[in-house]
């Protein structure tokens, strides 16, 4: 079963449009988060949720909207994509206990033309 | 504000050999976890170890060990017997558990050669 489950995979679009990436998590973690990883691998937080709560929103364009419908679901909307948005998406979700850290979903290869 | 360095941009080692790859880290806080992660070709990201910051002992999973350093903030990754599925960019992160999120690193590409 996968625990962290993200679609899509890929996702090649034009600039000016409007996509969203889904994320769900089978583990039962309270929290969930959007991460950014550029070209230059490095990693960025933009978004924390806990239990549908927002708690974290990073310095992140209003164009970029998340949504937790339910905890075991978060989703990133994107508005008027810009070719700065390529990126790899990660969600990951954090344990607790001896489970302590993240799982993180396999990314989506955001690339903008 | 929370900082990760990781030094080596670069690694390499031969296949059945030990290597090291360095981490340093800042934060005012007491409360934190440190972690290394790996992350293959195939892109996803997959936890290696865990560090509480209150246990003195260093971690240990397999051939994977840390040598944590709390007073100088050094959390070192060792792989012992290198595997060429070992190959992958490795980061270090750190959780403070009152910002709630991790601060990765940016990265050292280990490759393993047969």
Same mark, same amino acid.
């Given at each position: 079963?996968?625990?962290?489950?993200?679609?899509?995979?890929?996702? #090649?679009?034009?600039?000016?449009?409007? @996509? &969203?990436?889904?994320?769900?998590?089978?583990?039962? $973690?309270?929290?969930?988060?959007?991460?950014?990883?550029?070209?230059?691998?490095?990693?960025?937080?933009?978004?924390?949720?806990?239990?549908?709560?927002?708690?974290?929103?990073?310095? #992140?364009?209003?164009?970029?909207?998340? @949504? &937790?419908?339910?905890?075991?679901?978060?989703?990133? $909307?994107?508005?008027?994509?810009?070719?700065?948005?390529?990126?790899?998406?990660?969600?990951?979700?954090?344990?607790?206990?001896?489970?302590?850290?993240?799982?993180?979903?396999?990314?989506?290869?955001?690339?903008?033309? | 504000?929370?900082?990760?360095?990781?030094?080596?941009?670069?690694?390499?080692?031969?296949?059945?050999?030990?290597?090291?790859?360095?981490?340093?880290?800042?934060?005012?806080?007491?409360?934190?976890?440190?972690?290394?992660?790996?992350?293959?070709?195939?892109?996803?990201?997959?936890?290696?170890?865990?560090?509480?910051?209150?246990?003195?002992?260093?971690?240990?999973?397999?051939?994977?060990?840390?040598?944590?350093?709390?007073?100088?903030?050094?959390?070192?990754?060792?792989?012992?017997?290198?595997?060429?599925?070992?190959?992958?960019?490795?980061?270090?992160?750190?959780?403070?558990?009152?910002?709630?999120?991790?601060?990765?690193?940016?990265?050292?590409?280990?490759?393993?050669?047969?």
């Amino acid at each position: 079963d996968t625990a962290v489950s993200q679609t899509p995979k890929y996702l #090649v679009t034009q600039m000016g449009n409007d @996509k &969203s990436i889904k994320c769900e998590q089978n583990l039962g $973690h309270d929290t969930m988060y959007w991460y950014k990883q550029d070209s230059k691998k490095f990693l960025k937080i933009m978004f924390s949720y806990n239990n549908k709560e927002l708690i974290i929103n990073e310095t #992140v364009p209003n164009r970029f909207s998340p @949504k &937790s419908p339910d905890k075991a679901h978060l989703n990133l $909307h994107i508005n008027s994509l810009e070719l700065g948005d390529s990126a790899v998406y990660f969600c990951a979700s954090h344990g607790t206990g001896s489970y302590y850290g993240y799982t993180f979903g396999s990314g989506t290869r955001l690339t903008v033309v | 504000a929370q900082t990760v360095t990781q030094s080596q941009p670069e690694m390499s080692v031969q296949e059945a050999e030990t290597v090291t790859l360095s981490c340093t880290y800042d934060t005012s806080e007491n409360n934190y976890y440190l972690f290394w992660y790996k992350q293959p070709p195939s892109r996803q990201m997959i936890l290696v170890i865990r560090q509480e910051a209150y246990k003195q002992q260093n971690a240990t999973e397999n051939r994977f060990s840390v040598n944590f350093q709390k007073a100088a903030k050094s959390f070192s990754l060792k792989i012992s017997d290198s595997q060429l599925g070992d190959t992958a960019m490795y980061f270090c992160a750190l959780f403070v558990t009152n910002a709630g999120k991790s601060t990765f690193g940016d990265g050292t590409t280990l490759t393993v050669k047969p």
